[in-house]
């Protein structure tokens, strides 16, 4: 599973510190990160004008800075990857236990329907393959086997 931290660090007179998003995809990191760093340029009411080593702003796909003398805010996104493995066990076509290395909750989505099916059973079987069609199409999303 790969996981993908925005780390930004603050060294300002208002502010000293760091603090860390984790995100799923490198897309929706990046949008937080481009998305901090403008909301910053706006409330420092950065000026491009006056770009100098002292005073300056960059923005990349990993990494933003904004410098205006000593204070400083600067945002990147690191990449890492983390074992997270799974196994599933069926028996007679069943699911009969899922196993994991780590926190992950499955969700079964059963689409058969019985030979002879009662009333409603294929308006439910249709349901659950339209909410497993939406989360399958999702961003990140993709078929692992």
């Not at 990449?79 to 992950?104: F, K, P, S, T, W």
């Not at 329907?113 to 009333?119: N, R």
Request: aromatic content about 8%; hydrophobic content about 40%.
């Amino acid at each position: 599973m790969t996981l993908y931290l925005l780390i930004h660090e603050q060294d300002t007179d208002a502010a000293w510190g760091a603090d860390v998003q984790v995100f799923l995809n490198a897309t929706e990191a990046q949008k937080a990160m481009n998305a901090a760093y403008q909301e910053t340029a706006d409330r420092w009411n950065f000026d491009d004008q006056e770009s100098d080593e002292e005073h300056m702003r960059t923005c990349s796909d990993s990494e933003a800075t904004i410098r205006d003398d000593t204070d400083v805010e600067h945002w990147r996104i690191e990449e890492r990857d983390l074992d997270v493995q799974m196994a599933i066990e069926v028996q007679g076509g069943l699911i009969q236990n899922i196993y994991a290395n780590a926190g992950i909750y499955p969700d079964v989505f059963d689409l058969d329907v019985s030979a002879f099916p009662d009333k409603g059973e294929e308006d439910d079987v249709a349901a659950k393959a339209a909410s497993l069609n939406e989360i399958k199409n999702r961003p990140g999303w993709r078929n692992v086997w």
